[in-house]
């Protein structure tokens, strides 16, 4: 069992930055591929990015990249997502996300993901 608890959302002006982070329970870290999730009022909930286990590779979806850069770091149990560049577009509640994965792979399907942070509210005014 993963508990995951996010932190670092808030209020930005459009152009500005923010640092999520996700501090995550368990003694297997390394080994569960993370993901960040968003979803706006409204929408569907949309993959923003992931990293795989041991962090050997990332995935971005289109609209962040360049933007946006997810790390992660064992030691500590945590995933970060330093949020550069911000629209009033990506105004939304961010949600982490961990699944077990026993190879380097992370994946930008919602289903993939076991468990679920409780998310934290990121607002970009224009």
């Known amino acids: 069992q993963v508990q995951l608890a996010e932190s670092g959302g808030g209020l930005v002006q459009g152009g500005g930055s923010l640092r999520l982070s996700c501090a995550a329970s368990g003694r297997t870290f390394s080994r569960y591929a993370m993901a960040w999730f968003r979803q706006a009022p409204g929408k569907e909930r949309e993959f923003v990015a992931a990293?795989?286990?041991?962090?050997?590779?990332?995935g971005y979806a289109e609209f962040v990249k360049g933007r946006f850069t997810i790390s992660r770091d064992d030691a500590k149990n945590t995933v970060s997502l330093q949020m550069n560049s911000l629209k009033p577009d990506d105004t939304a509640v961010y949600y982490c996300?961990?699944?077990?994965?026993?190879?380097?792979?992370?994946?930008?399907?919602?289903?993939?993901?076991?468990?679920w942070g409780q998310g934290t509210q990121v607002t970009v005014s224009s």
């Open positions: 996300a961990a699944t077990l994965s026993l190879t380097h792979t992370y994946y930008r399907t919602r289903a993939n993901y076991e468990y």
């Open positions: 990293v795989s286990g041991l962090g050997s590779s990332t």
